[in-house]
């Protein structure tokens, strides 16, 4: 699966995912790119959008876009408590 790590996710993140090609915004120059200009730009060319940012899903419409957004809700939003949040067997 082919995932892209918004720029709020922490960045160490990418190597969890293994078994999966996972870039970072900043890998595929996106980086400082709106959420609904992310979401167009990663649409088709990736699978899913991994975010942190809880208010992405009230305040972007995905549901046209031919991509999956998977928010971790985590508090605080740090690499261990979000690797913890981290769907098992991705």
Do not use: W
Request: net charge positive; with cysteine; glycine share 8%.
């Amino acid at each position: 699966m082919k995932l892209l790590l918004d720029e709020c996710t922490p960045q160490r993140l990418k190597a969890n995912f293994t078994g999966h090609e996972v870039f970072t915004v900043n890998d595929v120059g996106l980086k400082g790119v709106k959420n609904g200009a992310l979401l167009r730009a990663a649409a088709g060319n990736f699978e899913a959008l991994i975010t942190v940012d809880r208010k992405m899903p009230l305040q972007q419409n995905v549901s046209g876009l031919d991509l999956a957004l998977i928010v971790l809700v985590t508090r605080p939003c740090r690499y261990p408590t979000v690797e913890a949040a981290r769907p098992q067997g991705a």
